[in-house]
């Protein structure tokens, strides 16, 4: 196998089967919908226009290239949607580095030219992003083809594997015309996700959260710095929106949607299931810096005669967030609470132990206790969770410790 | 309720997220440079160079537009568009350029803060060192609000400017008519003539400015929506910097021309200490305390936006958020053009203000290529959509491009 640059590629001198001289390289074309990373064809700069030589009629690619067949059989190249254009659409441009969790910018693409049966089959394999290809550039032309290469081996390679690389495409047709789906920066943590995308441009960030799945982008989305979020769902169309604000835990959509203009974030709510629309709903009343407007509405509470069983069978159901888990809440008459059980607990205890048996003083506030009472509660009671109770004594939801953590970095 | 509430202060937020980069930029806009050359202007030609105020305004906010509405409208930075748009090797050697060019600028904050202390009594060695440091740790360790804040209060000092025009007693009429009469034809050939016009021209629009004022664009996270806003910033900045400018000008011939104190290129100070028995006392500390202020707060905005340019056109990680081994080119080139620069002041009897003014004179021999690549970006459909440049715009761009290549030919031409 030989790895040849892009930019050595990209001017290089193309002969036809005669070993005449027909035209220059100006492009290298792959069709992921035909092979993902297969190179497609060549368009070469010819005195009769731009033409398209096809891969699989090369018989040589590196400093020279050679095709076998005529020239006059190559076709006129017309730009197309479904053709990624390795100079225009990856050279100089940013992409997401999945393995290094980042965004980078491209020097140089490595491809794969292996002789096969009387061609060259070449291939995508890597993407440069280090001083090797940097200097390869930047000297090529002016030092001797021999002097780079001795120079550039002694240069550590900087190399991206093509598997671990995600295009950036802001155009959704062409998004899908590509095959580009971000399906590597899907498998990232949300919060490595979230930090790409606040190194995105506008138009990048609003094409990533068009195309991930609605969970993984209400995730990520929760981990985002507040104005940036603002302005990523002011840019999505308000279903899609919905969609994503839905998948939220409901105290980060409060608190985003109150961000937003009242206008917008009334439509995102219409938008919205009934029963994530009143939760939300219900959240955007209260003060942003209160206990109520940090809390999430979404835990885990069962009556206070319930055993373990039922509590395992209300985890196995719960949808909200692993953060809401910690505690299982007891609640008598009215919903009014009663007692709190930690997880472990749980977990040590039999199936048919008492839940009652097992409660704990609970620690709960107001909601209206300002969030800088309500993180001294967590300092002083080591708590992982804490419950928000209204007038009458009944559950209206829960801080976990992760919001508070968040909300003293952001006060600081 | 609380939706009402939030209603309200998400549209105060989004004045103050608009109104900003444009004027923050024209503050910095009046830097050492900038006053030292205005200072030369008026102390070597008196009145004559006004004629060159309103021309370059009309320049100054074209440009200004185009940098903000290319932030505006991509989200992406200059350096990064060119690298996009025009490969590697052009933006290595023109980041290249930009490190050398803003370097000699750097030069010149510093000595804007020496010069300024030097009157009162404290040494260089002392103050240069001290400014270096400072700078370096308030941007390092300061988040980027608090610094702002303090850059935007920092702003209304230039009224100080104004104040010692007025107490200059210059001849208004005469001033007046200097600025809206025709430049004579005979500075073509003279070369202190020509190279005090480049300068004018490069400190008012220095290239650096324009990476510095897209980069706070895109930081802003402005909008081509919200982008209305963002063009009355800009064209309000552009304008109180030349009001500035014209009275830095006017004091300076009012007083030291008239006078005959034609040469203050030694030192900064001298400028100041000229003004001190033809303004009064007051002009003389205002004008000191002016020239310190713009030197600090545009030291501490240059070498970080230089940094930020060149490590997004040319690929390396940048941003403070990030720790000195995660971004150890960006840490370097922003620490070594604080130390160089302050370090090249440390050389004795070093001419403060012709040191300056040749750093303003650069800016405007680089600045036609800059422009150029503006230019091409922000006429790219592609890039740009409905927002590419109007047909008046590229006019006066590609006037002030061709008019600033001439006159940097007949400079050299001019030599002796």
């Known amino acids: 196998m030989a790895i040849v640059a892009l930019s050595e590629l990209l001017g290089a001198t193309v002969r036809d089967a005669t070993g005449a001289v027909r035209g220059k390289v100006r492009e290298v074309a792959v069709v992921p919908q035909d092979h993902p990373t297969r190179v497609a064809f060549l368009v070469v700069k010819t005195p009769g226009g731009e033409r398209m030589l096809p891969g699989d009629a090369l018989t040589a690619c590196g400093a020279t290239i050679r095709s076998a067949g005529d020239a006059s059989a190559w076709e006129r190249f017309a730009p197309s949607d479904r053709v990624l254009l390795l100079k225009r659409d990856l050279l100089d441009q940013q992409i997401i580095d999945v393995h290094g969790r980042k965004v980078v910018r491209v020097n140089d693409v490595e491809l794969d030219a292996v002789p096969a049966d009387r061609q060259m089959i070449v291939n995508v394999v890597a993407v440069d992003v280090g001083a090797r290809g940097a200097i390869r550039r930047l000297a090529h032309g002016a030092v001797p083809s021999f002097t780079m290469r001795a120079l550039l081996e002694r240069i550590p390679p900087r190399v991206i594997p093509w598997q671990y690389v995600d295009l950036l495409e802001t155009d959704p047709a062409r998004r899908v015309k590509l095959k580009i789906a971000y399906g590597g920066l899907a498998t990232l943590h949300p919060a490595d996700i979230a930090d790409i995308v606040e190194d995105l441009p506008p138009a990048e960030r609003e094409s990533v959260f068009e195309t991930l799945d609605e969970e993984v982008a209400a995730e990520a989305l929760e981990e985002i710095d507040p104005e940036i979020q603002v302005s990523i769902v002011e840019s999505l169309d308000s279903n899609r929106a919905a969609d994503i604000v839905e998948e939220m835990d409901p105290d980060a959509a409060a608190d985003l949607l109150g961000d937003l203009t009242e206008d917008h974030s009334g439509q995102i709510l219409r938008e919205m299931k009934p029963d994530e629309r009143r939760e939300v709903t219900q959240l955007l009343e209260f003060g942003e810096n209160t206990a109520a407007g940090r809390m999430t509405t979404e835990f885990i509470a069962v009556p206070e005669t319930a055993v373990v069983d039922d509590a395992i069978d209300a985890l196995k159901g719960f949808e909200g967030s692993r953060e809401a888990l910690a505690t299982i809440y007891l609640t008598g008459v009215n919903q009014k609470l009663v007692g709190s059980v930690p997880l472990v607990s749980i977990a040590v205890s039999s199936p048919a132990a008492q839940l009652s048996q097992l409660s704990e003083p609970y620690i709960a506030c107001a909601p209206d206790t300002p969030q800088d009472e309500v993180a001294a509660l967590f300092d002083k009671y080591n708590l992982i969770t804490l419950a928000v109770v209204d007038e009458h004594g009944r559950l209206a939801g829960i801080i976990t410790a992760d919001d508070v953590i968040t909300m003293l970095r952001h006060a600081n | ?416």
């Open chain 2, 1 to 416: 309720m609380g939706f009402f509430r939030k209603g309200w202060r998400a549209r105060l937020m989004l004045v103050l997220a608009v109104v900003g980069p444009g004027f923050i930029t024209a503050s910095v806009d009046n830097d050492a440079g900038g006053i030292f050359t205005y200072s030369l202007a008026g102390a070597q030609f008196g009145y004559t160079l006004l004629w060159t105020m309103i021309p370059i305004t009309v320049a100054l906010v074209v440009v200004q537009e185009m940098a903000a509405r290319m932030g505006a409208v991509t989200g992406k930075g200059l350096s990064d568009l060119i690298r996009e748009e025009f490969g590697f090797r052009v933006t290595f050697f023109l980041m290249l350029a930009l490190v050398v060019l803003n370097l000699t600028n750097v030069v010149a904050e510093f000595a804007g803060v020496a010069s300024s202390l030097e009157l009162f009594g404290v040494s260089k060695y002392i103050v240069v060192p001290a400014a270096a440091a400072l700078v370096w740790v308030l941007v390092v360790r300061g988040t980027y609000e608090s610094i702002e804040k303090i850059f935007l209060l920092a702003s209304a000092f230039y009224v100080c400017y104004i104040l010692a025009g007025v107490l200059a007693h210059p001849d208004w009429k005469a001033a007046a008519f200097a600025t809206v009469t025709r430049p004579e034809a005979e500075g073509i050939r003279n070369y202190g003539y020509l190279y005090m016009v480049i300068g004018l021209v490069g400190t008012t629009i220095a290239p650096w400015m324009q990476f510095y004022l897209q980069a706070s664009v895109v930081e802003k996270g402005v909008t081509a929506r919200q982008y209305r806003a963002l063009r009355w910033d800009v064209i309000l900045g552009c304008v109180f910097t030349d009001v500035i400018a014209w009275f830095i000008i006017v004091a300076c011939a009012a007083t030291l021309y008239a006078n005959g104190h034609h040469d203050i290129g030694s030192s900064g100070a001298d400028a100041a200490l000229a003004l001190r028995p033809l303004a009064g006392e007051y002009a003389y500390l205002l004008f000191a305390a002016g020239l310190f202020n713009a030197s600090l707060f545009a030291a501490s905005i240059l070498p970080i936006s230089t940094a930020y340019a060149v490590c997004e056109g040319l690929g390396f990680e940048s941003g403070l958020d990030k720790k000195f081994h995660e971004a150890p080119v960006f840490y370097w080139l922003y620490t070594l053009l604080i130390v160089i620069g302050g370090g090249v002041l440390l050389v004795p009897r070093l001419p403060l203000v012709y040191v300056s003014v040749l750093s303003q004179v650069a800016n405007g021999v680089v600045l036609p290529f800059v422009l150029i690549f503006m230019l091409l970006l922000t006429n790219d459909p592609e890039l740009m959509g409905d927002h590419t440049n109007s047909r008046g715009f590229n006019i006066i761009a590609w006037v002030t491009v061709t008019v600033t290549i001439v006159m940097t030919i007949a400079m050299v031409l001019t030599q002796r």
